[in-house]
């Protein structure tokens, strides 16, 4: 009986180490395509998906959900969503974005689809590692990201003017300080809802000091604008469902010094 147990012992030892050794084969030989434009396999979708499911469930269980019906809280998330989320999770009745055709796993759009409100919480202050979900909470207090958790909540109910209108009201891109100053006004960094787009939202287009940039149009159309003078040209790309991503335009190169050129200029001079 102990000759049994050892022999198994060491068979058992065996097989796992050839296991492992397999599997350290088949991750180094990048055999498997990682890329975001080929789904996965169905046993691999199943695992990870799972892996996500069970995760978020336990971690979110411990959660006491607040009162998420104070029209307030739902309206300080509009905003937020609108600003944050809108670009993946889409709004009633928006085309898909770039963004939202192109992660993988693809966000859920979130105009159509219910999410248990501690789940919705934990998964959007801490993120999911590896699917384009950020986290926000190291950027936001518990208290914004309920606001949101409320909103959400309430957006499959809502049709594409009732949105509008509950992000005109909003106040924007408000969450206590931590916003990100990319765009808006630089002499307010809490609040970046001057000049609001149509929703009253985040304003993407606005760049500090009220310059006018040139636009990268993704509709077909192209709008060329002129910055203020002494300031860096910028481009803006000016997507589908309204919000924009600006970066500074490249520099010019300087043209080559052409010694012949340069010699003709001196004889008109010279003239």
């Keep these: 009986m102990p000759f049994i147990t050892r022999k198994v012992i060491f068979t058992g030892f065996i097989a796992t180490i050839i296991a492992l ?15 975001a434009d080929e789904a996965h396999s169905r046993p691999v979708y199943a695992v990870l998906e799972t892996l996500r499911e069970r995760s978020i469930a336990v971690r979110a269980g ?8 104070d029209p307030a809280r739902i309206r300080r998330g509009a905003g937020n969503y609108d600003a944050m989320c809108v670009s993946c999770h889409l709004s009633p009745g928006a085309a898909e974005t ?10 859920p759009n979130l105009s159509r689809a219910s999410v248990a409100a501690a789940e919705a919480f934990w998964v959007i202050k801490h993120g999911i590692k ?14 914004f990201v309920w606001d949101l958790v409320a909103f959400v909540q309430q957006l499959p109910t809502f049709d594409s003017e009732h949105y509008k209108a509950l992000v005109a009201s909003s106040g924007g891109h408000a969450h206590g300080g931590g916003e990100s100053i990319m765009h808006g006004s630089e002499d307010s960094p809490d609040e970046h809802n001057d000049g609001a787009d149509e929703h009253g939202g ?3 287009g606005a760049m500090p000091g009220g310059d006018e940039q040139q636009g990268h149009m993704h ?5 060329v604008e002129r910055t203020a003078a002494g300031e860096p040209a910028v481009v803006v790309h000016r997507h589908a469902d309204g919000t924009v991503e600006s970066h500074p335009a490249p520099q010019a190169t300087p043209a080559e010094h052409d010694p012949d050129q340069q010699h003709d200029n001196d004889r008109q001079h010279d003239h």
């Design 202 to 204: 985040h304003e993407h």
């Design 21 to 35: 050794v397999a599997l350290a084969g088949f991750v180094w030989s990048g055999i498997y395509n990682i890329a």
């Design 62 to 69: 411990a959660l006491r959900v607040p009162d998420l019906g």
């Design 98 to 107: 770039e963004l939202s055709a192109g992660l993988y796993p693809a966000p």
């Design 219 to 223: 509709d077909g159309s192209t709008a």
């Design 130 to 143: 590896a699917s384009g979900m950020p986290a926000w909470g190291k950027r936001m207090d518990d208290e």
